[in-house]
């Protein structure tokens, strides 16, 4: 039977706390189905394994055990930890998953911010060195008591990585799929690129600049996602693992990689570094590049995206 023009499918689901968003084109409309519920499954098993709210996850389990032993992980968190370690070393420490050892003392919907005297206690836990992975035995053990993880936005990152892989496995050839501020674009728009917009970090339903892309990832980070104020101060989810609480010079930093990992670590190390240092950093990566809106509202764009086109 021929299969009919290709259309667009599209589906959405609430996943690992965050909306989750997949559009593609297709020649048969069973192909798309099986291809969108093939991307929800991979996201719940992801969210299963790596939720620090599921007491029984992967990621539960590291936290309440590997200070008192060598814990044997699955072989996708050895590498997820092994890659969140090239990227603390990569940027000095500003990306780092033990800041959890800080951050789990934050609740950001009941207000809740911990005093001086808890950050300063807990700041002694936080230090990717604290990881100690052995990869002959594939285990992780914490160096010292009161270590935790969190993978975060570094799993959506992961996730979307392999939703693109899952598509194209299926025979898709453009699409596009999001976790929250981590998105994944495979191919065109059938013959235009995608275009993702970058938020106004202070006027919702607003943008500040609009990417025209195709065949990469991006991910935005931004004092807005998840935040309260207190005393004229935001506390908001990014927070730097040296002093165990938020920056305030940027707004939002929205990098553009090949991969989602990369490209979700890398918005939060500019976010903590700031404008100067994260651009440093950007700078030196081939084929990264970064939109950044300082504090005072100020864009702030890589030379990658200043470039003139060939």
């Known amino acids: 039977m021929a299969g009919r023009a290709a259309a667009t499918t599209q589906a959405a689901a609430a996943i690992m706390g965050t909306a989750v968003r997949v559009e593609l084109w297709s020649d048969e409309r069973g192909e798309a189905r099986d291809a969108i519920d093939a991307v929800m499954a991979e996201m719940h098993r992801i969210d299963r394994a790596m939720s620090p709210f599921k007491p029984d996850s992967e990621l539960s389990r590291i936290n309440r ?45 009941a207000r809740i911010k911990p005093s001086d005297e808890a950050i300063a206690a807990a700041r002694s836990a936080v230090g990717w060195r604290h990881l100690l992975l052995d990869p002959h035995q594939h285990t992780l053990r914490f160096a010292r008591a009161g270590v935790r993880i969190d993978l975060g936005g570094f799993a959506k990152g992961h996730a979307v990585d392999n939703a693109a892989a899952i598509l194209c496995r299926h025979g898709i050839r453009h699409a596009l799929v999001s976790a929250g501020g981590d998105s994944r674009v495979v191919g065109d728009r059938r013959g235009r690129p995608w275009t993702i917009g970058v938020r106004d ?39 730097d693992p040296l002093t165990g609480r938020s920056p305030s010079s940027l707004h939002s930093v929205t990098i553009v990689a090949d991969d989602g990992l990369t490209s979700e670590a890398l918005s939060k190390s500019v976010f903590v570094l700031g404008l100067e240092e994260g651009m440093r950093l950007i700078e030196s990566q081939e084929g ?6 300082d504090a005072e509202g100020v864009l702030h764009y890589s030379s990658g995206l200043l470039a003139p086109r060939q």
Do not use: K, N
């Open 288 to 293: 990264v590049d970064a939109v950044v809106v």
């Open 201 to 239: 970090p202070r006027r919702a339903g607003e943008v500040v600049a609009l990417l025209p892309l195709e065949d990469v990832a991006v991910s935005t980070s931004g004092d807005y996602e998840r935040f309260f104020e207190a005393d004229g101060v935001r506390f908001h989810h990014v927070i």
């Open 65 to 109: 055990d590997a200070a008192t032993m060598s814990m044997p992980i699955s072989a996708e968190m050895f590498q997820l930890i092994a890659r969140a370690i090239e990227f603390s070393q990569l940027s000095g420490g500003a990306f780092d998953i033990t800041y959890a050892s800080v951050g789990h003392l934050y609740d950001y919907r």
